[in-house]
């Protein structure tokens, strides 16, 4: 530890004697300083033991003696010695009574004592105290990359706890605790995840501090990665702020573990090309290759029925992989995810974590933009927004079918202005919302415009006798009697809708056209 002034009065050879503030040796000293002037707190920064002969000082006004130590004690001066045998015999009694009146230790320095003696002893003291900080910084970071190499960074965060006598926590990308020591730490670490999450939004190297003297601990938390978003964080909750040595152990920790998560990096990297090889080859139809690859690195996720996810925008899904990855990881389950320009494509194991956590995903983007799930038009500035197609489970030899239907909800999300559609809502539902493109819109009106035309003249009504003759599957009898009108009058406007038309309604493929057009543009009347 530092000098104190106790450990000055206590050094056999400065022979100091206390005159006032006894009760309060204990503080450290930063410094000693030697100043005649008679306002030197200008050139203080606090925490010196200033050391006078009172050469331009009246001592034994009490009143200026009162102002004097008064300042000298606002400014942060630990304590004040005082030379005898120079201009006084002795301290003058206005002073020792000033100094015990405002709390400030007063030491009397034999004349036989020079002034450079304190000074080089506090010196040396503050010497031997860093000195002991650094070896002792050294032993920590010794210690600290032992634990690392033999028990990972939960042997670290248990290595580090004890060297600031508090806690450390780990954190992912995605603000979640990783692991944490002492073992209790974990739920405090918990609470902290709002704070970490504003840490990540900044470029990294980053720091910060939570709490202080009002609260059960202080925390720095600190970023960790070299890229622009960091890749992990640290915190070390401990009762008051770090010593130096302290110091030392924190920052050998923030070293470690960059090199932990920039080491995880790079075999995440390689476990992407990997996973693009398997990707690519179970599009391709070739699972027994993509499982030979795969080895035990992807295997147990080719082994069990799984979903295909296909993301567009949003920096090519770089929220989502996260989100995903994360999730698996602390699951244990696999996922292969590959960025493919502004696309990212999954696969995940059907109901495992990460399928949940990209539908929380969405659904938490869904509730940033401030919409529902129903129907809406997208607007052009929101092209680069994030849309998500799930498909169906499936298994290694479906992979391509699986692929196609993503795709598939993919084009539907974004014609919606979804955020996440699923193959399977698809299937379950009606076709008649894919209706609602523009494009088929337009073939619907123009398909019918001629018979709407005739209509509109008076001369009949060949839209509404074709709905209720499509919508009876070509029974004469019951479409007309749906109109109200003999059979026979149901066969002559039949015969005029194929003439207008120039299409037969014996040919299945124009029925349906027609009954999709009718349904297309039934919004609209």
Known sequence: MPPTLASLVHHSALKLTVRAGADRLDVPVRWAHVSELADPVPYMEGGELLLITALKLDA???EAMRRYVRRLAGAGVVGLGFAIGVNYEEIPKALVDAAEEEGLPLLEVPRRTPFLAITKAVSAAIAADQYRAVTAGFAAQRELTKQALNDGPEGLLGALAAQVDGWAALYDASGAVVAAAPEWAGRRAA?????????RDRPAPASSVVGGPDHEDRVELHSLGTGRRPRAALAVGTEAALGTAERYAVHSAIALLTLTTERSRSLHEAEQRIGAAVLRMLLAGEPDHARAVAGDLYG????APFRVIVAEGDAGGAGLAEAVEAAGARAGEAVLAVPE???????????????????????????????SSSVREPSPAEGDDLVIGLSAP???????????QAEQALSVARRRGRILVEHEQLASGSVLPLLADDAV?????????ALREHDATGRGDLVASLRAWLSRHGQWDAAAADLGVHRHT???????????????????DVRMELWLA????????
């Open 490 to 508: 149901l066969r002559y406007r039949m015969r005029r809708v194929e003439e207008i038309l120039g299409r037969s309604l014996d040919d299945p």
């Open 341 to 371: 320009g502004d696309r990212l494509i999954v696969l995940a194991a059907d109901g495992g974590a990460a399928a949940h956590a990209c539908a929380e995903y969405a659904a938490s983007l869904e509730a940033a933009r401030g919409t």
């Open 441 to 449: 819109k337009a073939f619907a009106d123009g398909l019918l415009r």
């Open 60 to 62: 034994e006004d009490p």
């Open 300 to 303: 147990g996720l080719l082994d």
């Open 394 to 404: 499936a298994g290694p030899i479906a992979a391509a079918a699986a692929y196609k």
């Open 518 to 525: 009718l349904k297309a543009t039934a919004a609209e009347q």
């Open 191 to 199: 609470r902290l995840t709002a704070d970490v999450e504003r840490l």
